[in-house]
């Protein structure tokens, strides 16, 4: 981990000073942190620029007439204790008498807009579909299978751990679940789950396991590309390169769409209505991974990439309101 005096930007005449509270780790943001030209988006980050996500901060110095001196944000932060922000950054101020101030970070903020739209605008999820869903136990797949679950979908979850399994069917409620590590053939095992093959895959990862459900889909299916984190480190000839599905998309007619969640803005206010709607109604549930300590952002960040997590990590960087002792 490299320390660095964290660079101010000028001070504008709307400007706040916000504390890290919590910060949220994204396995999109290895996509960033590569060159332009090998990046999937468009606002990679230049080598000496600093890493950010999603976080929740309190605001300790301000100049910008929304919000106060103790008020409690949420936007893209530095991974740093403080941060300094202006009008051109989008923040939003967090009701403390709502929900929990984490669910901000995923089931009622990003993370959930990210699986609402994908689930119900890109795929266009019909009710008694069947779905699969790939990295299912992580912060996304969690929330995507759950939808696909209220819209009386057969959903069938696949993660790399039994506990993930278990949490997948047993606290979540979907239907049946896959462990690809613990199997030489997951087309074989899917088919098995699947006798009437899959109408929707919800992909997070890409590579092999892709392939496999891939070689599954039903006539018309269709496949959201919203994440590849399979994919996302490797380099060179570990990339697979060459033509793959394209008989399948053909033969079986096949759709499959990349997104990115901000590109569909307009549909925010009616993902934000029915998240909180479930999730006030107990029919969203989600649990988190806390790394406590900023010194420890880089340790949480790549255990996205080995397994550690089930559903969000997120680092506390400072202790939220109601938690302090002072």
């Not at 007439?65 to 932060?77: Q, T, Y």
């Not at 039903?218 to 959201?224: D, E, L, M, P, S």
């Amino acid at each position: 981990m490299v320390e660095w005096e964290c660079p101010t930007k000028p001070r504008e005449a709307s400007g706040l000073d916000p504390e890290a509270v919590h910060l949220r780790m994204d396995p999109g943001s290895r996509s960033k942190m590569v060159p332009p030209e090998d990046s999937p988006y468009e606002d990679s980050w230049a080598g000496d620029e600093s890493v950010g996500s999603g976080g929740i901060g309190e605001v300790r110095e301000t100049t910008h007439p929304d919000f106060s001196v103790g008020d409690i944000v949420v936007g893209r932060l530095r991974w740093a204790d403080y941060d300094v922000l202006t009008d051109d950054d989008d923040l939003e101020e967090v009701d403390l008498d709502s929900a929990p101030i984490r669910s901000k970070l995923h089931v009622l903020g990003h993370t959930g807009r990210v699986a609402y739209v994908g689930m119900t605008e890109i795929a266009d999820l019909q009710e008694g579909e069947t779905v699969v869903v790939s990295s299912a136990a992580g912060s996304v797949g969690s929330i995507a299978s759950q939808i696909a679950r209220i819209y009386d979908c057969r959903v069938i979850g696949i993660a790399g751990a039994d506990d993930k399994i278990d949490y997948l069917v047993n606290e979540l409620g979907i239907d049946e679940g896959i462990n690809y590590k613990a199997t030489d053939d997951i087309q074989s095992e899917l088919a098995e789950i699947c006798p009437n093959s899959v109408d929707v895959y919800y992909d997070n990862v890409g590579g092999e396991i892709s392939d496999a459900v891939m070689n599954e889909m039903n006539t018309h299916g269709r496949i959201v590309q919203c994440g590849r984190i399979a994919l996302i480190n490797a380099e060179g000839g570990d990339r697979p390169t060459g033509p793959r599905h394209e008989g399948l998309y053909i033969k079986k007619r096949l759709r499959r769409e990349g997104f990115v969640v901000d590109d569909h803005e307009e549909l925010y206010p009616e993902a934000e209505s029915k998240l909180e709607e479930w999730y006030t109604n107990d029919q969203l549930h989600h649990r988190e991974t806390i790394v406590e300590g900023l010194e420890n952002t880089p340790d949480a960040f790549i255990g996205l990439f080995e397994g550690d997590d089930i559903g969000k990590t997120l680092v506390e960087v400072s202790k939220p309101p109601g938690e302090r002792n002072d």
